[in-house]
């Protein structure tokens, strides 16, 4: 047992700092979220360390991947969270990619994995369906196969970042005779395919995230076909996997409560930074002392991953406690910002008009931060799923 | 002991009840919301014509005599439909700051503009540096000749854009944070060296930042004495938090409602998610919440009149359960409905937001509970 870095490590870590620090695009870090941000200002980084040949970290090497050490990767994710540096999107990076690369043919290789490196190709993840969220394994997007090709009629919903996308994996409905685990099959879809139509859903902060996807008599060419027809579900679930670990993002955490931090000691309380306050640091103590859990948690999770097991059910661990973690956070620096947390910041999809939000710059969107972030304890399988699995996976029960 | 509420009463909250279930559905406020103005000024003078904005004041000052309870009732059904409208910053508070500290003159002067419909306020306390406390103020009022010259600077003056009249709150003595020395004053928002810079809230309202430039004030302008403000404040305010509880248990009512009635007709694993029993427990533990609230809400409004200190730990105490019933109800209603509940399309994320807003609103958990624990 040992959790020190060596000096290999360190120097590992001095380089990294070193090229963040030169290559970031600085007037990027100055943009609020996603949410404000033009495609190519979210993909600006990711074609960056595309050209350093670092952007798919975690792949093997065959496929693009660096090579590096859990330890490498873990210096890695700090670094870039201390910088703030925009997050890669991981609909292609740590979704489909993988799911390609493992179960996808040599030519299915070659055509989607460098679109997906260079940041060329985006992708989005069409899984939920109005009527299947939690209880995915009922979708009823159904592919009818004609031919050489599949013809997909049905709709997606809360699809991220939909409204960008060139591609989209999606599960449908290839068998409806069978138990519903067994006839569902992995396409993918090209988003500008006739009869396909986007449709923006708002949330409750304002922001554009979100759409609805329909798909109408959509003709697939049977060669997008992930794996085996009808084998889908099984795909599916090992993108979940790395879909939950994804989600407890360990470092980003820490960089937030550093910002918290630095708006509780700029706020006062009768005089006095807020920080100082008795109460209000134990709430900040509190969720340090979980992101620290969280973060050993974490390790020992990647630790037995590297020995060659895939990411089990405990990955259900990381995204209860990440988002918890997450959730707390926004709201304590929400908190934090006092009276000014009332104040509506309007995204850049809002018409221009009455755009004066006053305030101290850190309070800008606090509000809106928490609300957003309720999100994360409803996706990528909601909280109670998780703890679902956990008690049938792992407890046994 | 008696918890039930009179025939008058009853029919006040029918025919608000009956206003907003006619005038004020989900998609009605929605266009409020998203219009130029934010509020619907002929709404405004619809309650006038009814009472409304006449509720609380004295029959001498020309209201119909109704207390408290009166106003709880009203601000929850205000709460059931999420309206957004100046009721609270208004009729309660600077209606508050009147009754309870104006002369006879001052109260001659602007009651009657708030019962017809005429005149808006808005309530100035709130400073950058102060947080929740009421007397931590920057802003101050210099005697000058028998009037005063104001300066400072207010922040999140929630109605600001729709007020012609103010109440602000400013230091004439003492230092800073100084109990003494606070003095509430009626400021025009058209008077010279007012300036205001409006902007949209989260929970759909509007508020201004108000800068005060050498304002100058009659000594008609003064509630009260110089410098002894401060009790009044707290008074006023703790009406509001009275009226406020109302609020926000319309609201949770009415996700708790909202959330019960999805559970039971959503469907996943082909039932109905209200059949698994760690949502019915959680909806459960909202239900307790709510209930818990109802009865703060009650006490509180009941206790208005107490001494000080008994008024200060019912405000506190109540604003402290719906600070954490809200947050619990709020969080717990978005959860339960899923993707839905992140929507802006569906009213429960509307709801979530304001029961959140409302914790800040007069202070915070903590800041209350500091407040009741040294509460004498
Ligand atoms: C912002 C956002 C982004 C998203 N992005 C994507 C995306 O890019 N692609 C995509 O495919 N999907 C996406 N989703 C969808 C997300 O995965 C679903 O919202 C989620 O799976 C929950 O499904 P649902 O919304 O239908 O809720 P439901 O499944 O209807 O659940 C409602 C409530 O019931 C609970 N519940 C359901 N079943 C059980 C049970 N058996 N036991 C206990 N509780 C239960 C849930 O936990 C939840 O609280 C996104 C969602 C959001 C909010």
Redesign the pocket.
Known sequence: MDMSFSPEDLAFRDEVRAFIEEKFPREIANKRSRGDMSKEDILAWHRILHDKGWVTPSWPKEYGGVGWTITQRYIWNEECARAETTPLLP?GLSMVGPVIYSFGNEEQKARFLPGIRSGDDWW?????????????ASLRTKAERVGDEYVVNGS???????QFADWMFC?VRTDSSVKQQEGISFLLIDMKTPGITVRPII?MDGAH??NEVFLEDVRVPAENLIGEENKGWTYAKFLLGNERSGIAGVARSKKAIERLKVIAGAELIDGQPLLDEEEFSRKIAEVEIDLAALEVTELRTLASESRGKGPGPESSILKVKGTEVQQRITELTMEAVGNYAFVYSPHGHEQPGNNFVPGPDYSIGASQNYF?M????????????Q??IIAKMVLGL | MDFSFTEEQTLLRNMVQGFLQDKYDFETRRKIVSSDEGWRKDYWQEWAELGLLAAPFSEEQGGLGGGAIDTMVIMEEFGRALVVEPYMETVVLAGGFLREGASEAQQAAHIPGIVAGENVWAVAYAEPQGRYNLADLVTTAKADGDGFVLNGYKAVVLGGPWADKLIVTARTSGGQRDSDGVSVFIVDKGAAGVSARDYPTVDGRRASEITFENVKLGADALIGEAGKGLPLVEKVIDQGIGALCAEAVGGMKELNDATVE??KT????GVP?GK?Q??QHRMVDMFMSYEQSVSMTYMVNMKMDEGDVERTKAASGAKVQIGKAGRFVGQQAV????????TDELNVGHYFKRLTMMDTLFGNVDHHLKRFTNAA
């Open positions: 609909f989005c993840q069409g899984y939920s369906e109005p009527g299947s969220g939690s209880d995915l997606k919903t809360w699809t991220t970042l939909a599960l949330t995230e979100v957003n309720r999100k994360t304890s409803i996706y990528g399988g909601s909280n109670e799923i703890h679902n | 999805y559970c959503r469907k996943q694993f998610i698994f760690v949502l959860q339960l409905h899923g993707g839905m509940g992140m």
